[in-house]
């Protein structure tokens, strides 16, 4: 089992930064592909950005390429999301999710590969 606890989200001016963490517990973080998904209002939850277990390969999706970084820390069961030069349609609830499966990759943009999720994060970015 793995649980996740978001924080650092907030409200922030257009072209602003905010860095989100996501803390688990269990001990198999380590051994786990990492994801950031978001929704905002009236819309599916999309995905983000994604790292595996090594840390290496992160993948973003289009609108966030060379503004959002993922990271992880396995020492502190930590994984991160910098987001530079936010946009307001950057606005929405930002989760982090735990691979269903140690050491998969499957289709790391995808909701189902997903099984462990934190309560989520709001970012608001104002124009």
């Known amino acids: 089992q793995v649980q996740l606890v978001e924080s650092g989200g907030g409200l922030v001016q257009a072209g602003g930064s905010l860095r989100l963490s996501c803390a688990a517990s269990?001990?198999?973080?380590?051994?786990?592909?990492m994801g950031w998904f978001r929704q905002a209002p009236g819309k599916e939850r999309e995905f983000v950005a994604a790292?595996?277990?090594?840390?290496?390969?992160?993948n973003y999706t289009d609108s966030v390429k060379g503004r959002f970084t993922i990271s992880r820390d396995n020492a502190k069961n930590t994984v991160y999301l910098q987001m530079n030069s936010l946009k307001p349609e950057d606005t929405a609830v930002y989760y982090c999710a735990a691979n269903r499966y140690s050491y998969s990759d499957y289709d790391r943009t995808a909701r189902y590969e997903y099984d462990y999720w934190g309560q989520g994060t709001q970012v608001t970015v104002s124009s």
């Open positions: 790292i595996t277990w090594t840390g290496e390969n992160p």
């Open positions: 269990g001990r198999t973080f380590s051994s786990r592909t």
